[in-house]
């Protein structure tokens, strides 16, 4: 079990090496964003032994139950919040996590910013944008992308690093990527969070500059 998750690990690796090749783009230069929802603190372990140190989790409170530990055990881990954000999570939120992919409205920048502030901590962030403007979905819808990230910046003083996507399941994810990766560009942003088990290889050809990747290392959730 342990040793089939180090492989497929192992495995996701060498797939964004050959993609990052196949799209002329630097080795090392797409960042691998192991995601551990659902799984359990002893689960994680392994893989942090296998050397990997970039890790997403979907919520505030389970990744509170897992993660202090796992940070004290092993220095140097980058912790990304990937899943919607309330206003009420941010101060848990802004202690916890390194990265917040998931910036996505007015109220959310507002509480962040007096957090970032109250606590002297400054995780990077990322706006999330709702790329195939779904109803049901989380994220900025992307004609107000770019006015969103301006927003950001000018009325709460943040620094937005990049965009992070989740395409509609059923669609090819391709158009979807490369819209973010033109909404990055008017925005003035450099990086691009873009791809799971199932399209991260897309992803890399279309410019991500890291691939949040489930299910392809820890298995079936
Ligand atoms: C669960 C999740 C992933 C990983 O999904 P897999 O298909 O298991 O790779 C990536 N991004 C977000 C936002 C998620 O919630």
Known sequence: ????????????????????????????????????????????????????????????????????????????????????????????????????????????????????????????????????SEPQKAGIDPREAVAFVDRCRKAHGLVIEGLMCIPPVDENPGPHFALLEKLAREAGVAKLSMGMSADYETAIAFGATSVRVGSAIFGAR
């Open 1 to 132: 079990m342990m040793t089939d998750t180090i492989a497929r690990l192992k495995a996701v690796k060498e797939k964004i090496a050959s993609a990052e090749a196949e799209a002329d783009r630097p080795a090392g230069s797409v960042t691998l964003v192991a995601v551990s929802k659902t799984f359990s603190a002893d689960d994680i372990r392994p893989v942090i032994e296998a050397g990997q140190r970039v890790f997403g989790e979907n919520r505030v409170q389970e990744a509170q139950a897992k993660w202090p530990g796992l940070k004290a055990d092993q220095p140097g881990i980058e912790l990304h919040l990937i899943g919607p954000l309330q206003s009420n999570k941010a101060r848990e939120a802004v202690a916890l996590f390194d990265v917040i992919e998931t910036v996505d409205r007015e109220k959310i920048a507002a509480a962040l910013a007096a957090e970032m502030k109250k606590q002297g901590r400054s995780p990077k962030l990322c706006v999330q944008v709702n790329i195939g």
